[in-house]
């Protein structure tokens, strides 16, 4: 008998799991849990160090507990050794974003770019005591033959696929780079998001953080290269 009223309470479990995949036929379809809907975000600043806005992010993402890239510009780290090392000390990744940031220098030719990748890593390392491994191309864009260079010197190479707007358009507000940084990152599960921690930069250090909120929201991990 004992067995009997168990039989049917199997059963009947079994019943209330079909008819509850039937009422949640999209939920049982495409599972909750699955690696596959994993969404990661690289929040990555461009042509830095500076001291204010530099500092204003770094602040911001201590506070967030958040670590980011920053591809450095050789050149500007002389007088700002203090903040290139806080993005050492607190746990960021420090990359390449060539020497002078000059396009006409830089991509003369393959030795002029070389050298000039050269002279930003050798500041970096004298700096922060840091061998960079990622680099960034100025401009962005592909260089077949530039990449291969990198790549045989151990680099990652890194471009992006959303932008905060904060070099195309002159003069934005922060609400209107938080805008673009959503508008440009929205549907894709892998963001790469290209800001700028240069001196002009004010507003982008102000966006900041409306769109780790943003991430932050839509279930992102932040990560860093
Ligand atoms: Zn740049």
């Known amino acids: 008998m004992q067995k009997k009223s168990l039989t049917i309470?199997?059963?009947?479990?079994?019943?209330?799991?079909?008819?509850?995949?039937?009422?949640?036929?999209?939920?049982?379809?495409t599972p909750v849990f699955t690696f596959a809907e994993e969404r990661e975000v690289y929040l990555t600043f461009d042509d830095g160090p500076s001291t204010a806005v530099t500092e204003k992010i770094l602040d911001t993402l201590k506070a967030e507990e958040i670590?980011?890239?920053?591809?450095?510009?050789?050149?500007?780290?002389?007088?700002?050794?203090?903040?290139l090392r806080r993005i050492r000390d607190e746990g960021h990744t420090i990359g390449v974003h060539s020497d002078s940031h000059r396009y006409e220098t830089i991509y003369a030719?393959?030795?002029?770019?070389?050298?000039?990748?050269?002279a930003c890593?050798?500041?970096?390392?004298?700096?922060?005591?840091?061998?960079?491994?990622?680099?960034?191309?100025?401009?962005?864009?592909?260089h077949p033959s530039k990449e291969t260079l990198l790549k045989e010197r151990g680099y990652r190479i890194v471009w992006w696929n959303a932008v905060c707007g904060d070099e195309e358009i002159?003069?934005?507000?922060?609400?209107?780079?938080?805008?673009?940084?959503?508008?440009?990152?929205?549907?894709?599960?892998?963001?790469?998001?290209?800001?700028?921690?240069?001196?002009?930069?004010?507003a982008t250090a102000e966006a900041l953080p409306a769109i780790i909120e943003y991430f932050r929201g839509e279930n992102y991990v932040f990560k860093a290269f």
Request: aromatic share 6%.
């Open 67 to 83: 670590k980011a890239t920053f591809f450095v510009v050789g050149e500007r780290i002389p007088g700002r050794e203090k903040t």
């Open 121 to 142: 890593a050798d500041r970096i390392l004298k700096t922060a005591d840091v061998t960079a491994t990622v680099y960034r191309f100025p401009g962005g864009g592909r």
């Open 170 to 202: 002159p003069g934005a507000d922060a609400k209107t780079l938080t805008e673009r940084a959503i508008a440009t990152a929205k549907g894709k599960r892998r963001v790469v998001l290209l800001l700028h921690d240069s001196a002009p930069h004010g």
């Open 9 to 29: 309470a199997v059963f009947l479990f079994g019943l209330l799991l079909v008819l509850l995949a039937h009422l949640s036929g999209r939920t049982m379809a």
């Open 109 to 118: 030719s393959d030795a002029a770019f070389l050298e000039d990748v050269e």
